[in-house]
């Protein structure tokens, strides 16, 4: 049985880009217009032009490149092609590198992606956004904008303005007082655009949900389900309409793989404005910890053309971009090893391990994993057969549901069978 969400919900309650065509052509325009602005005077940062030479070499990233941008049609409901040629879609990227995400009603989180989504969608773009040689630039690209938003220079969109997101319509939207951050400070007490990103709740707002009872499995991640598959296979066609679980392809073809046939997966999945650290959902010891290279920009050709972001192929994502794979041996017997895969999407170009989460280590329910750094993302549950005797119904997703609530971090997502 496989339940999953109706993908226009999800999309609204992702927030990555806006729900609402217009508002991203609006954006899309004021981009365009910033970067002819700039004229002759813009400079290329390296990494573009490392880009641009690996183009310019390779005949078969030349051909999917050119391709993918003469492929998104002059048509409704594209409205209008922002992209026309190579040259501009670097100095387009090329702005993106020294600007942080701007808060607002119909925000632009993911930059990079709204550049790239109707690339996304075509022919052509399905290939290049498989290519290994491209996918190595991207990830080069976002290290880059990462850099930056790791440093003081992104401060500036923490402002009160209504871009700003120290705005009271932004501390609302993100319920900045459930989180440390000290009010008197100009910038919050925050170094970066990414610690505010980062940002911890403060000490109580997310207690552990029974944790002397290793029966109750807690949520990893403070998120909005998307879905519950179960009797998941070794290997499925997981880029099908269906987007069907394949645990060989999900674990990176890890040896603990056959222990999960059988079993069940869990996918939730993080908005712009929500927290960003991970937790470990039972008590256990660290099995395995590693970070699985991959796509970044890669959508489920089934899905068709997503004029929105690739909120539809989270299932997919889950199998071919860059992810982290945790394995944790649960001390309830019953639970034994299960994964827990948080899973980058668009601009996500960093899963954080903690650096205390390696094999041996004994972690306890509700205890920190690491992080994402900015950008869209969604993570993944791996249990064993015959593991879980129920969900919350809060764990159940609700895609027609537009105020369905999140599951907290912490809070009780499921209970496992009881011990023989």
């Avoid at 399905?126 to 880059?144: E, G, H, Q, S, W």
């Avoid at 401060?155 to 871009?163: D, K, M, R």
């Avoid at 404005?273 to 395995?288: D, F, K, L, M, Q």
């Avoid at 899963?351 to 004994?362: A, E, F, N, Q, R």
Wanted: glycine share 8%; charged share 20%.
């Amino acid at each position: 049985m496989t339940t999953l969400p109706h993908t226009v919900d999800v999309r609204r309650r992702a927030g990555w880009l806006p729900d609402d065509q217009e508002d991203l052509e609006g954006w899309l325009h004021g981009h365009r217009q910033r970067v002819e602005a700039r004229g002759e005077q813009m400079v290329l940062h390296p990494v573009i032009g490392e880009f641009q030479e690996l183009i310019d070499r390779d005949p078969v990233v030349r051909m999917h490149v050119n391709q993918m941008i003469a492929q998104v049609p002059h048509t409704k409901p594209y409205r209008k092609r922002h992209v026309e040629s190579v040259e501009e879609l670097m100095r387009l990227i090329n702005e993106v590198l020294t600007m942080a995400p701007e808060f607002g009603p119909a925000m632009v989180a993911t930059p990079l992606g709204a550049i790239l989504d109707w690339t996304m969608g075509t022919r052509a773009g399905f290939a290049a956004y498989r290519d290994p040689r491209i996918n190595v630039m991207l990830r080069k690209i976002l290290t880059v904008w990462c850099e930056f938003l790791s440093s003081g220079d992104s401060l500036y969109v923490l402002n009160e303005s209504p871009s700003g997101w120290q705005s009271p319509e932004a501390q609302r939207a993100v319920g900045i007082e459930q989180f440390e951050y000290d009010p008197q400070d100009e910038h919050w007490g925050f170094g970066s655009w990414n610690e505010f990103f980062t940002r911890r709740f403060k000490d109580g707002a997310r207690p552990v949900d029974s944790p002397d009872d290793d029966k109750v499995i807690v949520s990893a991640c403070e998120s909005l389900p998307y879905g519950i598959s179960t009797d998941v296979r070794r290997q499925d066609r997981f880029w099908i309409k269906s987007q069907p679980y394949s645990l060989q392809d999900m674990l990176a073809n890890d040896d603990s793989v056959d222990q999960f046939v059988g079993g069940t997966v869990y996918q939730a999945f993080l908005s712009a404005t929500n927290y960003h650290r991970w937790h470990s959902p039972v008590a256990g010891t660290i099995a395995r910890a590693f970070v699985q290279e991959g796509t970044y920009y890669s959508e489920a050709d089934s899905e068709g053309k997503d004029a929105v972001e690739p909120m539809n192929s989270q299932s997919y994502l889950a199998h071919v971009a860059a992810r982290a794979i945790i394995l944790i041996e649960a001390d309830d017997p019953v639970i034994g090893l299960m994964a827990f895969v948080p899973v980058g999407m668009s601009e996500v170009s960093s899963c954080l391990i903690d650096s205390k989460v390696t094999p041996g280590y004994h972690v306890g329910k509700g205890e920190e994993l690491g992080y994402f750094q900015f950008g869209g993302s969604t993570h993944c549950l791996v249990f064993r057969p015959g593991v879980i005797a129920e969900f919350t119904l809060a764990a159940i997703p609700q895609p027609h549901d537009p105020n369905a609530p999140l599951v907290r971090v912490r809070s009780k997502l499921a209970t496992a069978n009881p011990s023989t």
